[in-house]
């Protein structure tokens, strides 16, 4: 019997025996099964500003963990050796979701992240080890493509508290072109991961000739001061030639420092580049009285001055979960 899934957008119609698009979600004598349930690929102790994370407990680690596939395809992507291969080709070990709040305060980490490849595809994963996560007092942070239907990540969104959300471009072409999706699913899960209070942080990876123009980070800003808010983080990184992008060349500095004035321009409180050291990159400056407040190098915080969430000296509420 086909079974369709319809966890992402996509809908697959999965014969018997074979997978959808991600590779993991298999149609097993007519029940859907994510085979990588509980086989991580990879697991690593990260600090949160890796992910990025900037305003959600700074200075803090993260266990971080991923299985493999993915359901996108982008043809830039960095961690493409487990996004885009069969289970079977790679190697994983059991970690049972009752186990993982043991493994991160071993390590001394505040929160769990699902992250690296999308947490979308190995959903019932995150969803069970999201429970055991928050039972033992820590937190959850998705990092995620948000290419997912309303009512599963609704779901997701309840058991989660944070989420860092690729938005790769605020066009429906890049995505189909790009990354074999579309745009509107992504715009929908941001909007509504805000409307239901979870701490959101935004990345746009800019790629020379394909999403670098004025009018796109503009038209991307704005939508993002818009729907979500000035004081959601926006995150400009730069790119690299990888996996099936190998023809262009590196982000040059200039487009992103020019991304960073039109981001400011389009009145959003906190714009960061990544992937490069440049001056104040890192930083977090009040919107209100332009004190440096939280100073970082290459994920590491040197200095953070946030007290209960405000600026020490004029008070003004700095958006984020601060320790
Ligand atoms: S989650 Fe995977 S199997 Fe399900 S619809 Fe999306 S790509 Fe297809």
Not at 46 to 62: A, M, N, Q, V, Y
Not at 159 to 176: C, E, G, M, P, T
Not at 226 to 252: A, C, D, V
Not at 284 to 313: I, M, Q, S, W
Request: charged fraction near 20%; charge should be neutral.
């Amino acid at each position: 019997m086909i079974i369709r899934c319809d966890l992402c957008p996509k809908r697959c119609l999965i014969e018997p025996g074979q997978s959808g698009e991600c590779r993991i979600r298999v149609n097993l004598d007519g029940r859907l099964v994510a085979v990588t349930y509980g086989h991580p690929c990879t697991v690593h102790v990260d600090p949160i500003e890796k992910k990025p994370f900037f305003h959600f407990l700074p200075g803090s680690t993260s266990l971080s963990l991923a299985t493999v596939g993915c359901n996108l395809h982008c043809k830039n992507c960095q961690n493409w050796e487990i996004s885009q291969q069969n289970p079977e080709e790679v190697a994983a070990s059991p970690l049972p979701p009752a186990e993982i709040p043991r493994l991160a305060t071993y390590h001394s980490c505040r929160s769990v992240s699902y992250t690296y490849t999308d947490p979308v595809v190995y959903y019932e994963y995150t969803f069970d080890s999201s429970a055991f996560v928050r039972e033992a007092g820590l937190k959850n942070a998705l990092v995620t493509a948000g290419y997912i239907n309303r009512e599963p990540w609704t779901e997701l969104c309840r058991r989660v508290d944070a989420v860092r959300i690729d938005l790769k471009a605020l066009s429906d072409k890049f995505y189909q072109d790009i990354c074999g999706a579309t745009l509107q699913p992504v715009l929908d899960s941001l909007v509504t991961a805000r409307s239901l209070g979870l701490h959101i942080e935004v990345i746009n990876l800019l790629i020379p000739t394909l999403n670098d123009s004025d009018k796109e980070i503009g038209d991307l800003c704005q939508w993002t001061v818009r729907n979500l808010g000035r004081e959601i983080p926006l995150h400009f990184s730069r790119f690299f030639p990888n996996y099936q992008m190998k023809n262009l060349p590196p982000t040059p500095t200039t487009a992103l420092l020019r991304a960073r004035e039109i981001a400011k321009s389009a009145g959003l409180y906190y714009v960061y580049l990544g992937n490069i050291l440049v001056p104040d990159g890192e930083n977090t400056f009040c919107p209100d009285c332009g004190d440096l407040l939280v100073e970082r190098r290459a994920f590491e915080v040197l200095k953070n001055t946030v007290k209960n969430g405000r600026c020490p000296r004029c008070n003004f509420q700095i958006y984020g979960v601060w320790l």
